[in-house]
C-alpha cells in the first residue's frame, strides 16, 4: 500500500492505469489497493471519471533518508512506523526488549494516542507528528526537575524556527498560537526516578491538520491552519532534533534553572489570574512564574504557593 500512497501523495490525479503501469498490477488491483487505504488509514479519495484518483489533499510521507541525510543529522537512531497503538506505548515496548536509548520512535498514525490527564490524542494518518524519544536520565530525581518544561521550551523553539512567531508556552507544557493548542507533550517514566531510569519524551503536533476528524476537547490549531501552506513533517522533525539535543544538554549540565527565565519570557499565562485544577479543589491565583523546579508559582489571596504534578492544569479565570 505505501508505494501506492508515494504516488498519490502529491494530491494531484493519477489514473488507474498509470498508477497500475508504475506499480506492475491491474487496475483492478489498484482499485482495491484505494479501497483498502480509504478504509484502513481513513485518507479519504477523490476519483473522478476520466481523470483518475486523488488524495483529498496533498501529504509528504516520512522518510527516514530525509531524516538522515541532512545538515542537522542527529545520531538518535529513527524507527518510522506506519499505524502504532501510541509511540510512547511502543518506546516502553521497546526498552522492554532491552533497546539501548536514545533512540525515536515516529508513527504516520496512532489508534490510541495517549494525552495528559487520561486524555486521548487525536492523531489521523500522514498529518500531524507523533514523536517519542527515548533518553537515560542517571542522575536521580535532580535531572528529572523542570525536563517537561525543558522539552516544551525545545519544542517552543523548533516551531518559532519554523515560522510560527506566535507560539507560547503554557504551563506545565502546552504550547499555544493565539490561545488555541498546537503541540502537546507526554512525559512517561520508567525504572527507579531516584537512581537510573528512562524517560520516554512524547511530542504531539498538529502539524498538517485542518479538520477537525475526531472530537478534540479543546480550542486547537496547526501549522498548516497558521502559515497556510502544507509543512514538511521530516524538515519540522531535523529541527525539532537539533533544539531537543541542545536543550536536553543545558538541562543535563546545568538544570533547570538556567533555563528558566528564558521559559517564563516565553509563558502565555504570566501575571494572568487563572483557575488551577487537580481533580480536587480549584485553585484560584494570578501566575507569578515557575521555580527552580518547573512548579507554577501562584498569588493566591495574597500568600505565594507553588504546586506541581502532572495531573495539574491551568485555566484562565474567566474561561469558563
Ligand atoms: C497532551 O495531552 O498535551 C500531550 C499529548 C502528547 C501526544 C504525543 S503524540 C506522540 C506520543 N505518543 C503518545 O501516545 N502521546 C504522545
Redesign the pocket.
Known amino acids: 500500500m505505501l508505494p501506492l500512497l508515494r504516488l498519490l501523495q502529491d494530491g494531484r490525479f493519477h489514473s488507474g492505469e498509470a498508477l497500475g503501469a508504475v506499480l506492475g498490477v491491474s487496475r483492478s488491483a489498484i482499485w482495491k489497493q484505494l479501497q483498502v487505504l480509504e478504509a484502513e488509514l481513513g485518507l479519504p479519495v477523490h476519483k473522478v471519471r476520466g481523470r483518475g484518483y486523488r488524495l483529498e489533499s496533498p501529504f509528504l510521507l516520512l522518510d527516514e533518508q530525509a531524516l538522515v541525510n541532512s545538515e542537522y543529522c542527529h545520531s538518535w537512531p529513527v524507527s518510522i512506523l506506519q499505524s502504532v497503538?501510541?509511540?510512547?506505548?511502543e518506546v516502553f515496548r521497546r526498552l522492554a526488549r532491552g533497546h539501548i536509548p536514545p533512540f525515536i520512535v515516529l508513527?504516520e498514525r496512532?489508534v490510541?494516542?495517549?494525552?495528559?490527564?487520561g486524555?486521548n490524542?487525536v492523531?489521523p494518518f500522514g498529518e500531524?507528528?507523533?514523536?517519542?524519544l527515548a533518553i537515560q536520565i542517571n542522575g536521580g530525581m535532580r535531572q528529572l526537575e523542570g525536563l517537561s518544561l525543558t522539552v516544551g521550551l525545545a519544542l517552543l523553539r523548533a516551531l518559532q524556527a519554523s515560522g510560527m512567531v506566535g507560539a507560547g508556552l503554557k504551563w506545565p507544557?502546552?504550547v499555544l498560537v493565539s490561545g488555541s493548542?498546537i503541540?502537546?507533550?507526554?512525559l512517561e517514566l520508567t525504572g527507579d526516578p531516584a537512581d537510573v531510569c528512562h524517560v520516554v519524551i512524547?511530542?504531539?503536533v498538529n502539524v498538517n491538520m485542518l479538520a477537525n476528524k475526531a472530537t478534540i476537547d479543546q480550542s486547537w490549531t496547526s501549522m498548516r491552519a497558521e502559515l497556510g501552506h502544507v509543512v514538511d513533517r521530516n524538515i519540522f522533525i531535523r529541527e525539532l532534533n537539533r533544539q531537543l539535543s541542545q536543550y536536553l544538554g543545558v538541562h543535563q549540565e546545568q538544570g533547570f534553572s538556567a533555563l528558566r527565565d528564558e521559559w517564563q519570557d516565553s509563558h502565555l499565562w504570566q501575571g494572568l489570574e487563572v483557575t488551577l485544577t487537580a481533580g480536587t479543589e480549584p485553585v484560584k491565583g494570578v501566575v507569578l512564574g515557575v521555580d527552580q523546579v518547573g512548579a507554577i508559582r501562584l498569588c493566591v489571596a495574597g500568600v505565594e504557593e507553588s504546586y506541581s504534578g502532572g495531573e495539574l492544569g491551568l485555566r484562565l479565570h474567566d474561561d469558563s
Do not use: M
Open positions: 497503538d501510541s509511540t510512547n506505548a508513527a496512532q490510541a494516542g495517549r494525552g495528559r490527564r486524555r490524542w492523531s500531524n507528528l507523533y514523536y517519542s507544557n502546552d493548542k503541540a502537546g507533550i507526554l512524547g511530542i504531539g
